[in-house]
């Protein structure tokens, strides 16, 4: 039983990141390499994150955050930016040229992240009892991260474009501040409202499919407007 669960819970939370690499064409333009390139950055990139974290930022507790704690946190999360930064030096620099960059910078990433964050947990946790529902939920926030990066990645390309439209700047710099603070504005909405574990799990699937639809018609717009020369 206890093999069981653990197998439907990496099934869970995997099969969406496969289906990802195939349906979306990147497995015919054979950037596994890159994926992987791109996970390399990022394990580069949370060392950098942890480095400054400890240099400069105290433990604090999220439970019950008062005014100076979520200043605190606020400021931790400002560290995030090494993301956005790390995910355009991947576009850059390892992804290759076309428009599929953000996906494979994306996807890279996420995958990384699965990894160093999920797996482990999913091995010690998942295969030593016989059912809980908060690896279910792992698994199923595991598949918001992957939206949630790939938007991101979509969203520092567009803002990378020179021919983005200026309408659409202050738009794509919005999604990206939301999206670098999105732990705290998750513990925020939980504090106040008192959420429960499933009810936080759709709020942050509501915010990162809002976001990426955002993302997706702002890609769209600007993609039409290239196709029309």
Known sequence: MTLFHFANCI??????????YKCSGLA??????KCFQAGAMYFATQLCKMLLLATFFPATDLSGLGRMETVTELL?????????????????????????????AGLGWASAEFLMTVIVQLWYGAKSVEFDWKYLQMSFDSNINLVHHITTATLVW????????RTHLPVVMLLLVV?????????????VLG???WSILAMKASGAISIAL???HIYYTLTQGL???
Do not use: Q
Not at 11 to 20: C, I, K, S, V, W
Not at 78 to 84: E, H, M, P
Not at 158 to 165: A, E, F, G, I, V
């Open 11 to 20: 099934a869970l939370a995997y099969a969406p990141y496969f289906m990802a």
């Open 28 to 33: 015919e333009y054979g950037v596994l390499s």
């Open 76 to 104: 931790k999360n400002t560290v995030d930016v090494a993301d956005l930064i790390g995910l355009h030096v991947v576009m850059t620099k390892f992804a290759g040229k076309g428009e599929t960059k953000f996906l494979v």
């Open 158 to 165: 567009l803002w990378s474009r020179h021919d983005l439209r």
């Open 179 to 191: 999206g670098c603070y999105r732990p705290v504005i998750t513990e925020l909405f939980n504090s």
């Open 195 to 197: 959420l429960g574990a």
């Open 214 to 216: 955002l993302a997706m």
């Open 227 to 229: 196709n029309s020369y």
